[in-house]
């Protein structure tokens, strides 16, 4: 597992998520289509009704990197 700040660039190793049940049940369907259609370096996003706040997951293989932006491969070879 690896998680980004996207706002700040920074590794971190721990947060928080407080959904509503409509946005529980939203990602909870989006990792099992990610999961089921076994493809590495797939991705879903995950907003708010208000589109103020976003989930990004991805799915990834750590040998296999190269479909991700650079500082993806970076935090998942480095966890920096």
Same mark, same amino acid.
């Given at each position: @597992?690896?998680?980004?700040?996207?706002?700040?660039?920074?590794?971190?190793?721990?947060? @928080?998520?407080? %959904?509503?049940?409509?946005?529980?049940?939203?990602? %909870?369907?989006?990792?099992?289509?990610?999961?089921? +259609?076994?493809?590495?370096?797939?991705?879903?996003?995950?907003?708010? +009704?208000?589109?103020?706040?976003?989930?990004?997951?991805?799915?990834?293989?750590?040998?296999?990197?190269? @479909?991700?932006? +650079?500082?993806?491969?970076? %935090?998942? +070879?480095?966890?920096?």
């Amino acid at each position: @597992m690896r998680i980004l700040d996207l706002d700040n660039d920074k590794a971190i190793q721990s947060i @928080m998520l407080y %959904l509503n049940i409509e946005e529980a049940k939203e990602l %909870l369907n989006d990792l099992e289509s990610l999961v089921h +259609k076994n493809d590495l370096n797939a991705h879903a996003h995950i907003d708010d +009704k208000e589109c103020q706040h976003e989930i990004t997951v991805v799915i990834y293989n750590k040998e296999n990197t190269s @479909m991700l932006d +650079k500082r993806s491969q970076k %935090l998942i +070879k480095e966890n920096t």
